[in-house]
């Protein structure tokens, strides 16, 4: 079964890559946001895979969710600096 | 330009030292030493399913202690710096109505999601989460409540009061692991009990859901804060 | 037996997670995105469960459960942001 | 039997990484927001619903959670959709020019 | 009276999910469920109108049964028919939004309306106003309000009707 | 082999982050890149605890107390990476609270517009 794991982890990598290249180079600030809480939620599967499930959790519950809704109640704010 | 070009020779300065450390990397066969007391005693010292819950709770105790110390000045930060630019609500633009189906949605998970937080903290000498991971999804239940209802307004006494309380009892807890069993945070304050059922691993489940709250109370005060911010 | 139909099942979740990928990436709208990551977080509640019967471990599946909860919320943020609702 | 339960598993799994499979392919294909979210919604919820199937008749005792699991997903999940649905359409997203009919815009007229 | 059945169906409700998360009824199980399905209600003494639509009589019982059981057809219907569309090369779509009316009242059966629609063959649940759903189509088959209510609101009412009233 | 491909997936992370936080003008942005570093950070750290072919720390039926030795992998990182990812969210909350009280000053997010400590 590693093989199979090995192709879990090549092809989370690759969706990773891709969406924190979206969350740097992404013309909308909200989507940038989605994108860095989309990084996480994926970076806890890859944790899963890698066998550290308490990882996996915090990982979904504080690094993606918490942090992508602070940064939403901070942009909903600041409307118009968004696109300085 | 020239900014840019800096910033793209630091970065191939580190990327270069990511690469030997890469290809210098070979993983270890067998666990170093600190792995090995921890797997082989986690179970028949402190009665813990979960080894990295037995080392958060009891093994690097003062640590999370510090850890939880360090995220209560983070939230009483975050409420000092914006405590100036909390809205009178007079000034606030028109928000969009919410849905019939969000409200009703939402009334109807937020029970539900409140117990899910519940059963991480409590079994998280049992299972993966615990405290921080508990303590986030009720904070998550928070959250929902303020999405469901932007205008409501959390109770800040509440919240507080739960923060301290919860905050209290976990040193007091680990005070009383001083004089009865071997050390501060020391777990063997409550019999170890039968490995693998809820009331075991002696105190760390009451730790737990004590960090479990706590954490809970601080993200929830740092959300409120952040949402009751006035629109600039 | 079962191990084919596992290794079949894994590589055509892949080929889904790409194709979402695809349109996350793409996506003409800020809203389009957000369907992608909607899906892109289902499809990731089946590799989590996939992953799981792989290895063995019944427990992995309490992570299944907060993500299922928090891939809701996320959507439900940005879709609230997106009609200035808070 | 354990060999019927075996295969059955196995079966159920590849239908529903087929489904979800489907939902990717209307992702990418369809024309515009309201039917993407379509395709996404329907064939993500019955794909997943169905791999959780799968894996249950090849881990019988795994069946509690992953009934949980399934229940979560078949109530959020039209939620999520139906809010993000909302939103669109009153942020004014394009529909696609194949569109026939649009009562909600006849009704509630163009949103601010 | 009212208030109190509502407390006990959340209490019997989170008691069952506590016990469906642990997989066991073991005595300490058990007791903190007893305690966390208790504290929970508490908390949202005021927010429980949600629960107290539900029917308890044996009536709305097999209508609940009938009522997943058609659901599950018509998913998997919906499932199929979503297939074909998005595997034929020429993605044969026709789309729309409709209007609805349902006479449902009670905003748990109005929601659970909601999510079957939007589930079901072709057709996902915009905006709920009143009596009045507006319905995205794939395939628009009639922007009449009667036709369109007959053909998709209809299924799913006789059911929730029962249950929830 | 699967511990190295995290690894230099988490090292790209990084690297993506930073060039993001160095690059972009607007404060909230390199937010975001900072947090998208920071993930990488953890699953780098994540990867150094990983072990071919071994199981999560956690003891129940499918692992026992006797062969945990020679089946878990190692736990330590895992309770690292545990403490800082609670940490890296009371830091981002703290920069964001920063940044809303910066707008409120000048009235923009261009990192440019604030002057007044540059030297």
């Known amino acids: 079964m590693s093989a199979l794991i090995l192709a879990m982890v090549v092809l989370l990598a690759v969706v990773l890559i891709g969406a924190a290249l979206v969350a740097i180079k992404g013309k909308s600030l909200p989507i940038a946001i989605l994108s860095a809480g989309l990084v996480s939620l ?28 602070l940064f939403f109640f901070v942009l909903s704010r600041v409307r118009g600096g968004e696109n300085d | 330009m020239i900014k840019r070009a800096a910033a793209l020779l630091l970065l191939t300065i580190i990327g270069g030292i990511f690469f030997t450390l890469l290809t210098g990397y070979s993983a270890d066969e067998n666990l170093n030493l600190t792995a090995q007391y921890y797997a082989e005693n986690t179970a028949k010292d402190i009665g813990a399913a979960n080894i990295v819950t037995a080392i958060i709770v009891t ?35 028109v928000k969009a109505p919410v849905g019939e189906l969000l409200t009703t949605g939402s009334h109807s998970l937020l029970p539900l999601i409140l117990l899910l937080g519940i059963y991480i903290f409590v079994n998280g000498h049992l299972t993966p989460g615990g405290g921080f991971q508990g303590g986030a999804v009720v904070a998550s239940a928070m959250l929902l409540l303020l999405l469901a209802n932007p205008v409501k307004r959390f109770n800040h006494r509440l919240i507080s009061i739960i923060e301290s309380f ?6 007091v807890i680990g005070v009383l692991g001083l004089l009865l069993a071997g050390g501060f945070l020391d777990n063997r304050i409550l019999p170890i009990g039968e490995f693998g059922q809820l009331f075991s691993a002696g105190a760390i489940p009451l730790i737990y859901s004590l960090i479990g709250l706590k954490v809970g109370a601080e993200f929830s005060s740092i959300l409120s804060n ?3 911010a006035e629109e600039l | 037996m079962a191990e084919v139909f596992i290794y079949i099942a894994a590589a055509i979740v892949g080929v889904a997670l790409l194709l979402a990928l695809y349109r996350f990436v793409k996506g003409p709208s800020d809203a389009d995105r957000v369907v992608a990551f909607d899906v892109l977080t289902i499809i990731s509640i089946s590799a989590i469960v996939l992953a799981a ?23 439900i943020a940005v879709a609230r942001y997106l009609e200035r609702g808070f | 039997m354990s060999m019927f339960f075996d295969l059955l598993g196995g079966l159920l799994l590849v239908c529903g990484a087929a489904f979800l499979l489907f939902g990717g392919l209307g992702l990418v294909r369809m024309p515009d927001l309201f039917n993407r979210i379509q395709a996404g919604t329907k064939a993500t919820t019955l794909g997943t619903l169905l791999t959780l199937a799968g894996v249950v008749c090849l881990r019988p005792e795994w069946g509690f959670k992953l009934l949980l699991i399934g229940l979560f997903i078949l109530f959020t999940n039209p939620i999520s959709s139906q809010v993000l649905a909302r939103a669109a359409h009153r942020s004014g997203t394009k529909m696609s020019d194949k569109t026939c009919v649009d009562k909600l815009e006849e009704d509630f007229g163009e949103k601010p | 009276m009212k208030k ?21 009824v073991a005595v300490d199980v058990v007791l903190v469920g007893i305690g966390v399905a208790l504290l929970i209600p508490f908390l949202f003494r005021d927010s429980l109108a949600v629960f107290s639509e539900l029917r308890v009589t044996p009536q709305a019982l097999m209508a609940a049964l009938a009522y997943a059981v058609y659901f599950v057809k018509e998913l998997i219907n919906a499932n199929i028919r979503l297939a074909r569309i998005v595997l034929s090369p020429s993605l044969p779509v026709e789309p729309g939004i409709v209007k609805v009316r349902t006479r449902l009242k009670s905003k748990m059966g109005r929601l659970l309306l909601a999510n079957s629609i939007t589930l079901t063959p072709g057709t996902l649940t915009v905006e709920l ?16 309000v009667e036709a369109a209510t007959t053909s998709i609101v209809a299924g799913f009412e006789q059911y929730l009707e029962v249950m929830y009233g | 082999m699967i511990a190295q491909l995290a690894m230099a997936t988490g090292f790209a992370l990084i690297l993506i982050g930073f060039y993001g936080a160095l690059t972009n003008r607007n404060i909230l942005r390199m937010i975001v890149a900072f947090s998208v570093a920071n993930t990488g950070v953890h699953l780098v750290l994540v990867a150094v605890g990983y072990m071919n072919g071994r199981t999560a720390p956690i003891l129940d039926s499918a692992v026992s107390a006797t062969e945990a030795v020679t089946r878990i992998i190692d736990p330590v990182p895992q309770a690292l990476v545990l403490t800082a990812i609670v940490i890296g969210m009371g830091v981002t909350a703290l920069m964001l609270a920063f940044a809303y009280k910066l707008y409120e000053k000048k009235r923009s997010l261009d ?3 604030f002057t007044e400590l540059r030297w």
């Open chain 6, 111 to 113: 990192i440019g517009k």
């Open chain 2, 226 to 228: 952040l949402s009751e």
């Open chain 3, 53 to 75: 019967f792989v290895e063995g471990r019944g427990i992995y599946l309490d992570v299944a459960l907060v993500y299922a909860l928090l891939s809701f919320l996320g959507v």
């Open chain 5, 4 to 24: 109190a059945q509502d407390f006990a169906l959340l209490f019997a409700t989170l008691l069952l999910f506590w016990l469906l998360l642990n997989g066991s």
């Open chain 2, 166 to 171: 919860s905050g209290f009892s976990y040193v």
């Open chain 1, 42 to 69: 994926i970076a806890s599967v890859l944790f899963l895979v890698l066998a550290a499930p308490d990882v996996a959790m915090t990982e979904a519950a504080i690094g993606s969710g918490l942090t992508t809704f």
């Open chain 2, 59 to 93: 093994y690097r105790g003062l640590d999370t202690l510090g850890e939880v110390t360090v995220l209560f000045l983070a939230a009483a930060i975050v409420g000092l710096v914006l405590a100036r630019s909390r809205g009178a609500g007079a000034a606030q633009t």
């Open chain 5, 129 to 144: 106003d009143d009596e009045w759903l507006y319905v995205h189509w794939v395939k628009v088959e009639s922007a009449d």
